[in-house]
């Protein structure tokens, strides 16, 4: 299947723990900034989202912060699983620059049984 | 089922060879999207089009075409792949309105280029 590349940002975490995964962003006229997924072999898959006048949002198992202060977006994932291993990209929205998406390079997260 | 997919998966070509590799959605989503994926510089966009004969380019536009002439299909062009073009591309797709910031994109399966 397809792979994103291997020279990323790893996280291991063990089964059970929280993981904590960290992003810094560009662009403080970004309005919207969303969390994907990407499994080997898959395209990218949306997880959860927030929008610039939120600092907090919560989804199953995961919670996105947003730090406008610091241009700062973190997930957090509770009660990680085997199934939550995968490359994890945040990216940030311009509504006005043609609601282009710019990415961040991504992180491994990588859960131990 | 709701998806992206792009044609072909796969792709091993020459330089100056001229290619398209196909994209659909069967969404009706207005806005669609090409990107390239490679190591270290994770997902950069190449053209996006907010609907029908609307095309703009993105971060990476040299060297790619792009058309839409109807609501379901984004096909990109390489008139003369390089060696350079060599990469994971993906297709997306989003219902944006336009004004909106919404923008939740739906993502294809991927097509890995190789251009020798």
């Known amino acids: 299947g397809e792979s994103v590349g291997l020279h990323l940002p790893t996280l291991s975490v063990q089964e059970g723990d929280n993981s904590i995964i960290n992003c810094a962003y560009s662009n403080s006229a970004s309005d919207y900034f969303i969390w994907y997924k990407q499994e080997s072999g898959k395209g990218p898959q949306f997880i959860i989202d927030?929008?610039?006048?939120?600092d907090k949002r919560q989804g199953q198992r995961v919670t996105v912060l947003l730090n406008k202060t610091v241009k700062h977006l973190s997930l957090q994932i509770a009660a990680t699983q085997p199934g939550d291993s995968a490359v994890y990209f945040c990216?940030?929205?311009?509504?006005?620059?043609?609601?282009?998406?710019?990415f961040g390079g991504g992180t491994r997260l990588m859960v131990k049984p | 089922e709701a998806q992206v997919t792009q044609n072909p998966r796969y792709l091993i070509t020459v330089t100056g060879k001229k290619l398209t590799v196909t994209c659909s959605q069967n969404m009706n989503h207005e806005y669609m999207s090409w990107y390239r994926q490679d190591p270290g510089l994770g997902l950069r966009q190449i053209y996006y089009s907010m609907n029908v004969e609307v095309t703009d380019k993105g971060d990476v536009p040299e060297g790619y075409k792009v058309s839409r002439k109807e609501k379901r299909n984004f096909p990109l062009i390489l008139e003369s792949p390089s060696p350079n073009q060599t990469s994971l591309y993906f297709c997306?797709?989003?219902?944006?309105?336009?004004?909106?910031?919404?923008?939740?994109?739906?993502f294809g399966p991927g097509t890995r280029l190789t251009v020798l």
């Open positions: 997306a797709s989003s219902p944006t309105i336009a004004g909106s910031s919404y923008n939740e994109q739906f």
């Open positions: 927030i929008r610039s006048n939120m």
């Open positions: 990216a940030e929205n311009n509504a006005n620059a043609g609601n282009m998406l710019t």
